[in-house]
């Protein structure tokens, strides 16, 4: 049985850090792209990063370069997500997921499976 499990969120001023882990299990995920999707209230699910298997390939979105950092741990098949410089625009649920095709897309529908979310907040 796969399983996602974020960890990390919680609530902090702007211009704090924050760090989200998500632990994936159930499959082999040396080979699985591994992401960040946030959904803010009223708003689709976002692509916010994406690493690849094995050769760490990533890509951002362009409202969190330079502030938001993703690592992978293959061995624990775990991956980080390090939130630095962050703004109330920030606040929403995010959710860790997977995607077997190690695809590294900004498309939320193109990743297979899914964490159940950890809540991020922002104040000013």
């Known amino acids: 049985q796969v399983q996602l499990v974020e960890s990390g969120g919680g609530l902090v001023q702007a211009g704090g850090s924050l760090r989200l882990s998500c632990s994936a299990s159930?499959?082999?995920?040396?080979?699985?792209?591994l992401g960040w999707v946030c959904q803010a209230p009223g708003k689709e699910r976002g692509f916010v990063t994406a690493i690849s298997g094995w050769n760490f390939r990533k890509s951002y979105e362009d409202s969190v370069k330079g502030r938001f950092t993703i690592s992978r741990d293959i061995a624990k098949s775990t991956v980080f997500l390090q939130m630095d410089s962050l703004k109330p625009e920030d606040t929403a649920i995010y959710y860790c997921?997977?995607?077997?095709?190690?695809?590294?897309?900004?498309?939320?529908?193109?990743?297979?499976?899914w964490g159940h979310g950890t809540q991020v907040t922002v104040s000013t």
């Open positions: 159930g499959r082999t995920f040396s080979n699985y792209a």
């Open positions: 997921a997977a995607d077997q095709q190690n695809r590294v897309s900004s498309d939320p529908s193109e990743y297979d499976y």
